[in-house]
């Protein structure tokens, strides 16, 4: 098959061009940067403005795309630009949304009203009904780690574009909270530099220790999406992608901690007797138990790294790539100390 990648340079798109070239596709990145993975790939690099896709029609067509794969779609706005190009290209797009569409994401950040949603979340249950998810704040934080994202940023308003189009074939994929090599988010960053500081214990809220969310390595989330590009029964079906069993908070860190030399111990405290920088923001009783049963028997997804060696190599990198700015107030360990002696 003849595939394009938008936004093929990043950390998931790494190692999707990589698991697409190794299965014998031929490979077309449209990205913005003339550096980066896709200049050593042996792929075919167009380069461009997301955001004026349409103005590319040439140099796309010219690769003629079997199936578009849209990492980086952001706003309704980008999702009816590719709907557009698609009608001129191809009638096969893959498209790469979020869990965060749900109800229970809102609820969990107390910005969706009423109980919390019963679980496990699956490609059926109820998404938002506020669509206005994240504060000005944290869509400028985003930004600033993800160039992709812009303030109009809304996975349902994506999702709503693509699939009212009765001529494309879609295929929309929900991810969870990815983690891996290349990971901006630097999620085992907090827990590692504890470990590396020899910290005799780590304090976690008794409410964050006992909260469960979706996770996935990102190798693992690169082959659900090649699964969904290169499948005929992928079109027109919307599918989630997380590991299971969701892990606790707790048992998550405590598989991270296992593989390394740290003789120390996860103490789980009362919320109000931890320091608040250890708080978690939002609803902790909004668990987000997902359910990827769809993909798995309708594609036969299943996870190509198993989680230990997603985890050690998860390690290997983050130690290997600190983030380039540290808050020092999430390591208050004056504070832990105080709240553990409090606890004898």
């Known amino acids: 098959m003849r595939i394009l990648l938008i936004g ?5 798109g790494s190692p999707l061009m990589s698991e697409l070239r190794c299965l014998g596709h031929t490979v077309a990145v449209f990205h913005r940067s003339a550096d980066g993975a896709a200049a050593t790939s042996k792929v075919v690099r167009i380069q461009g403005d997301r955001n004026r896709l349409s103005d590319y029609l040439i140099p796309l067509s010219r690769f003629s795309p079997d199936v578009i794969i849209d990492l980086i779609l952001s706003s309704g706005e980008q999702a009816l ?10 009638r096969r797009v893959v498209v790469v949304s979020s869990m965060d569409v749900y109800r229970a994401w809102g609820v969990m950040h107390q910005a969706e009203p009423g109980p919390v949603e019963p679980l496990p979340i699956t490609e059926d249950s109820p998404l938002r009904s506020v669509r206005t998810l994240y504060t000005r ?3 400028k934080m985003m930004e600033s780690i993800f160039t992709w994202v ?18 494309v074939q879609a295929s929309i994929l929900r991810l969870p909270m ?3 090599p290349g990971d901006l988010l630097h999620r085992f960053f907090p827990l590692l530099k504890r470990i590396t500081d020899e910290r005799p214990y780590v304090l976690l ?41 969701s892990l606790s908070e707790l048992d998550w860190q405590r598989r991270i901690a296992q593989q390394t030399s740290w003789s120390g111990r996860l103490v789980v405290l009362p919320k109000e007797r931890t320091p608040e920088h250890l708080w978690q923001a939002g609803n902790a009783e909004q668990h987000f138990v997902a359910s990827s049963k769809r993909i798995r028997a309708e594609l036969g997804y299943m996870e190509v790294v198993q989680l230990d060696e997603a985890i050690r190599r998860t390690i290997a990198w983050q130690r290997q790539n600190p983030p380039c700015t540290i808050n020092l107030k999430q390591f208050d360990y004056q504070a832990e100390d105080a709240a553990l002696a409090a606890t004898a």
């Open 8 to 12: 093929g340079n990043g950390f998931i």
């Open 81 to 90: 630009q590719l709907i557009s190009v698609a009608h001129e290209l191809t």
């Open 137 to 139: 704040e944290t869509l």
């Open 150 to 167: 812009d303030e109009r940023y809304d996975k349902i308003a994506v999702e709503e574009a693509i699939l009212n189009d009765p001529e």
């Open 178 to 180: 990815v983690y891996g």
């Open 205 to 245: 809220p008794d409410n964050l220790a006992a909260w469960r969310a979706p996770r996935g390595y990102v190798e693992n989330i690169a082959h659900a999406i090649t699964l969904a590009a290169t499948s005929d029964r992928a079109a027109g079906r919307t599918y989630n992608i997380c590991e299971e069993p």
